[in-house]
């Protein structure tokens, strides 16, 4: 089984453009044998961010699903602020269990931040069943989720719809560096 050297992969990295001035800000890492500290100094002098991470990750097939899951089903985006966050929305819990279990077991989520999941439902009605369903499949408690004041008339799936919203910059950073690193060393056929 490979094993991926986060040290590796994130060094030389900057942040993504910030979305009012477009500027972005080197990464800092520090490492020993057994974990990566990623910071970065804002240039308004804001909170820095830091995030701690296992160095070396185990490329396992869970941690391919779930990149490969993430990159087809997650926000791609990165305009606006949207690259501060780390999202991926579907209404098959089964899949979205399978995300947040492999993100604990890697290391990169030690415990989900209150109201990080959104529940998209067309009937507000049905709120405390539908929170019910959600916290029993994803086997997450009922604080880490909450529901948009409006409901969605699009969202029409029986137990609606969870959107995984974890506002960390460098979590997302990580992820998609990982991602990049894996497309770029596969064989083209």
Excluded at 89 to 112: C, H, M, S, W, Y
Excluded at 147 to 165: E, I, M, N, Q, W
Aim: positive net charge.
């Amino acid at each position: 089984m490979k094993t991926l050297d986060l040290a590796k992969i994130l060094n030389g990295r900057r942040t993504y453009p910030a979305w009012s001035s477009g500027k972005t800000c080197p990464l800092e890492i520090e490492f020993d044998s057994n974990k990566v500290k990623i910071t970065y100094e804002r240039r308004n002098g804001g909170r820095r961010p830091r995030a701690t991470y296992p160095r070396f990750i185990k490329f396992t097939p869970n941690l391919v699903w779930v990149i490969g899951f993430l990159k087809g089903e997650g926000s791609q985006s990165k305009g606006k602020s949207a690259y501060r966050r780390f999202t991926v929305t579907n209404n098959d819990p089964q899949a979205l269990r399978f995300v947040i279990r492999t993100l604990k077991e890697t290391g990169f989520v030690d415990e989900l931040p209150d109201g990080c999941i959104k529940i998209g439902r067309s009937d507000p009605n049905r709120d405390g069943e539908l929170l019910s369903y959600w916290s029993r499949e994803l086997g997450v408690p009922k604080s880490k989720f909450y529901f948009p004041p409006k409901p969605d008339s699009v969202k029409r799936a029986k137990f609606g719809t969870c959107h995984l919203y974890v506002s960390d910059v460098l979590l997302r950073l990580t992820i998609d560096a990982i991602a990049e690193h894996v497309f770029n060393s596969m064989n083209s056929p």
